[in-house]
Structures are given as C-alpha cells and as structure tokens.
C-alpha cells in the first residue's frame, strides 16, 4: 500500500496538503472560494475560477480528499503517469471554466440569488478521476449486510449489497455533501467531465493530445537523434555483416583453389583413364 508506480497522484495529494496548510497559516481562505454576486459581478475577480482548486479551506475536506486519491491511484498505474497527468490537467481546465459559468449565469438567477457560493477545492477534478475509476476497475469481492432478523429460507435473503469500492465512494460522497449545494455541484460537473472523457464527447484531439515527458519527468529525446542514433545502429549492423560476408567468402575461395595430394593423385588417374 503505496505510491508505487503513481508519481502524480503522490504529487497531488502532498500538493493539496501542503497548500492547504500553508493557506492556513498565511491567513489567504477568502482569496480561494467565490461568492458570485460579490467577486464576480462586483469586483470583477474571475481569476478566482482559476485558483479556487488549487486547495480546502477546512481539514476535514482535505483528509477525505487525500484518502480518495489515495484510493484511485490505480487510474494512473493502468494509464500510465503522462496520460493521466494529461486527464487531470484538462479536467481542471473544463471545471474551472465551466462551474462558475453555471452558477453564475444559470443557478444563481434561478435560485433567485440564493445559490451564490462556490467552496474552494479540487473536488471536481477528484469526481472526474472517480468516474474513470467507477468505470475502469472492477469490484474485487461483494458482500451483503442483512436487513431482516428473520433467518433466511434461500440465497435471496433481504439485504443491502456492497462491495470493497464501497467506502471508497462513501468518501467521495461525504466530500460532495461538505459545503453543499457548491460542493455538490462541483461534484456533478467533474463526474460529467469525467464520462466525457470516457464516453470520446470531447474532441478526439483533445483527448489524444498528451503533456509533455518532462512534465512527468520522464526523459525523452528529440527525434532527430533518436533518428540518428538509429541510422548509426543500422550501419553499423551493415559494416559487420559486410565484413563477415566478405571474410566467409575468401575463405570459400581460398579454399577452392588449394587441393590436398590426394586430390592431386586422383586427377592424375583420372587423366590417365
């Protein structure tokens, strides 16, 4: 039970932690929810939309938040640190952009201005992660908890049925539940960025588009060497096989051309005759 093999996901979680406690300590909460009437409207502020998920603003959010990535570092080990690097980074994009959008040009006049907050917090990058987990890894056991004290007369006895993804989806939902309806819908609006990713409604080039290496640190080349590099391997391959090819075929002549003395004597005989 560890980070192995999921190097964003331990950056994400040491990430959230730390700047939730440096928040903390340096006093800066009100710069990282939004209130829509007074940092939109008013003050202009929409550089919010672009930092209110960078971290929590209460502990209790921050631990159930770091024990779900925790729980989904699977998604990365099955695709890999660059292409979940890339998903995480473009969900963040569609959540920063769209959330505040519908809640301040939709919910808010709707409500008639009483839905007006957005707690701060990468809750809808975590739902757009657990819907890739919710549809990528399968249950590993299931199990039932009876809701009848009546012994059971056949295999359908009256029960609720989990499984060990359960509690992990308990986490999640406290999470959506913390400072709702904000939390909530930022919960939604991750969860469908999410099945767009999975389901290709996003444009094919965005979702086939990947960071770069480095970003992951992984070490890469440039094509122009890796051609090189390759164009060198090759002909070396062919001065080898030349130069084998070469030697093998003296020897054959080489060897042509020398008779041993029973050769020789048979040729005579064979002249003679």
């Given at each position: 039970?560890?980070?192995?093999n999921?190097?964003v996901?331990?950056?994400?979680?040491?990430?959230?932690?730390g700047?939730?406690?440096?928040?903390?300590?340096?006093d800066?909460?009100?710069?990282?929810?939004?209130?829509?009437?007074?940092?939109?409207?008013?003050?202009h502020?929409?550089?919010?939309?672009?930092?209110?998920?960078?971290?929590?603003?209460?502990?209790?959010?921050?631990?159930?938040?770091?024990?779900?990535?925790?729980?989904?570092?699977?998604?990365?080990r099955m695709w890999?640190?660059?292409?979940f690097a890339?998903?995480?980074?473009?969900?963040?994009?569609?959540?920063s952009?769209?959330t505040?959008?519908?809640?301040?040009?939709f919910?808010?006049?709707?409500?008639?201005?009483?839905?007006?907050?957005?707690?701060a917090?990468?809750?809808?990058?975590?739902?757009?992660?657990?819907?890739?987990?919710?549809s990528?890894?399968?249950?590993?056991?299931?199990?039932?908890?009876a809701?009848s004290t009546?012994a059971?007369?056949?295999?359908?006895?009256?029960?609720i049925?989990?499984?060990?993804?359960?509690?992990?989806?308990?986490?999640?939902?406290?999470?959506?539940?913390?400072?709702?309806?904000?939390?909530l819908?930022?919960a939604?609006?991750?969860?469908?960025?999410?099945?767009?990713?999975r389901?290709?409604?996003?444009?094919?080039?965005?979702?086939?588009?990947?960071l770069?290496?480095?970003?992951?640190g992984?070490?890469?080349?440039?094509?122009?060497?890796e051609?090189?590099?390759?164009?060198?391997?090759?002909?070396?391959e062919?001065?080898s096989?030349?130069?084998?090819?070469g030697?093998?075929?003296?020897?054959?002549?080489e060897?042509?051309r020398?008779?041993?003395?029973?050769?020789?004597v048979?040729?005579?005989?064979?002249?003679?005759?």
């Amino acid at each position: 039970m560890s980070f192995t093999n999921a190097p964003v996901t331990r950056s994400l979680v040491y990430g959230l932690v730390g700047l939730s406690i440096a928040v903390s300590l340096l006093d800066i909460k009100h710069y990282f929810y939004i209130l829509v009437d007074l940092h939109l409207w008013q003050f202009h502020q929409t550089w919010r939309a672009l930092i209110y998920q960078l971290c929590y603003t209460n502990s209790s959010e921050v631990l159930f938040a770091a024990m779900t990535l925790y729980n989904m570092r699977a998604v990365e080990r099955m695709w890999g640190s660059r292409k979940f690097a890339t998903f995480v980074f473009v969900s963040s994009v569609f959540t920063s952009i769209l959330t505040p959008t519908i809640l301040a040009l939709f919910l808010r006049p709707l409500t008639l201005g009483l839905f007006n907050y957005l707690p701060a917090g990468p809750t809808p990058i975590i739902f757009a992660v657990l819907a890739q987990y919710h549809s990528m890894i399968p249950p590993i056991y299931r199990y039932k908890i009876a809701t009848s004290t009546s012994a059971p007369t056949d295999d359908q006895a009256p029960g609720i049925t989990f499984s060990d993804k359960s509690y992990r989806y308990l986490l999640a939902f406290q999470l959506a539940l913390f400072q709702w309806p904000g939390s909530l819908l930022g919960a939604l609006m991750g969860w469908m960025v999410g099945l767009s990713w999975r389901m290709e409604v996003l444009p094919r080039s965005l979702i086939r588009w990947r960071l770069p290496g480095w970003v992951v640190g992984m070490r890469t080349q440039r094509r122009s060497q890796e051609f090189e590099g390759l164009r060198r391997r090759l002909e070396g391959e062919s001065a080898s096989t030349a130069a084998t090819t070469g030697v093998e075929s003296q020897a054959d002549a080489e060897g042509g051309r020398r008779r041993t003395m029973g050769q020789q004597v048979m040729d005579q005989f064979h002249g003679a005759f």
